[in-house]
């Protein structure tokens, strides 16, 4: 049996992509790896679909050597189902150096069948969880959750999964109720990283470089692109000092787009370049009209002729 290996560099402050479901597949993975990610993970993944050997969810735990640091977000119910289902990861790969659990999906699919945030409400449910990881795997356990209404249950949830075990928890400063609208609340994560120095980490409005600056002032030990990196797939070197033309840029993601449809075919690729050309167009003067071509391509010829016309604009 293949072992999980445990890596310390989960230790020190990380920039990372967050858990993003349809879209942190192993091409946009690969791509975020190379270009200033210390850490991504793995899109949402059923423990009940790799218990029932389901192929598709098996397919979204491929992983490559280009890759860095690679967390497996599992959900499940119960420790069971989730024990079972993280068993089942072993079994077929070696490369994650962490386990995810998600209590934070606000979906009702997710949430009927008692997973992501409905977890929140199941403290005992979510201890037992991070301890049947601990017990059985010598690796670091993520959590990720949402605020609750009130400060006071956000900490104690929060001090649940420490006195679990949980190696670090991160906070999406955004109620389940709230899904994905409305401004995150900074202030809980900062509250959470002052009352739990070395465990917390942040997601929510992570937009710009100043974003990830403010959350690391708080003393969190990693910050969650999400949205922002699909707006501006160029923010993590942008945070580490380094900046791209617009036709350096478009070249790379043209790049991404050729590994991207090797990986998952024309379809899928088309699908995530859209995704960060939409983003990338945004605000470059001028190029409503080349975004709106972009987003209604056909094709990655066709995208790909739009965006390397865009460049000499
Ligand atoms: C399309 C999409 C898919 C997401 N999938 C997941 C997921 O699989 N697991 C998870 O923990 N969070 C997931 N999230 C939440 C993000 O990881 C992040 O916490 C959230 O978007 C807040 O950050 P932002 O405001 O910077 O986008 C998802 C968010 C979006 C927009």
């Known amino acids: 049996m293949k072992l999980l290996t445990p890596n310390s560099s989960l230790l020190t402050p990380k920039l990372a ?11 946009v993975r690969e791509f ?10 793995t899109e949402m993944i059923s423990c009940a679909g790799l218990v029932r050997d389901n192929s598709k969810t098996f397919d979204m735990l491929r992983t490559s050597s280009r890759e860095r640091d690679l967390i497996v977000q599992l959900f499940a119910p119960d420790e069971k189902i989730l024990l079972a289902g993280a ?7 070696e490369r994650f150096c962490g ?3 998600n209590m934070a999906c606000p979906m009702p699919k ?15 449910t979510a201890s037992a969880m991070v301890k049947a990881l ?9 959590v990720k959750i949402r605020k609750l209404e009130r400060d006071i249950d ?21 109620t389940a109720a709230q899904r994905y609208e409305g401004l995150a609340d900074k202030n809980i994560v900062r509250l ?3 009352n739990f120095p070395g465990l917390i980490s942040a997601s929510g409005d992570v937009k710009t470089v100043e974003d990830i600056q403010n959350y690391f002032s708080f003393g969190c030990v990693c910050v969650m692109l999400a949205r922002g990196a699909i707006a501006n797939p160029f923010m993590f070197e942008e945070f580490h000092g380094k900046f791209r033309d617009n036709d350096e840029r478009v070249e790379i993601l043209i790049k991404f787009a050729t590994r991207a449809k090797e990986l998952s075919g024309e379809h899928k690729a088309l699908v995530a370049m859209k995704r960060f050309a939409g983003g990338m167009l945004k605000f470059s003067q001028g190029s409503a009209e080349k975004r709106r071509l972009a987003c209604t391509s056909t094709s990655l010829d066709e995208i790909t002729k739009i965006l390397r016309g865009n460049t000499s604009s």
């Open 192 to 194: 959470a990283a002052e």
């Open 154 to 174: 956000t900490l104690n949830f929060v001090e649940t999964l420490a006195a679990a075990g949980a190696d670090n928890v991160c906070i999406h400063g955004r």
């Open 32 to 41: 975020f790896s190379d270009h200033g990610a210390d850490l991504t993970h």
């Open 17 to 27: 992509l967050a858990p993003l479901a349809g879209v942190t597949t192993l091409a």
């Open 99 to 101: 386990l995810g659990i």
């Open 134 to 142: 601990k017990s059985e795997f010598d690796l670091p356990v993520w």
């Open 87 to 93: 068993m089942k990861v072993r079994e077929v790969c």
């Open 110 to 124: 997710i949430t009927k069948n008692n997973c992501g945030a409905a977890l929140l409400k199941s403290p005992a």
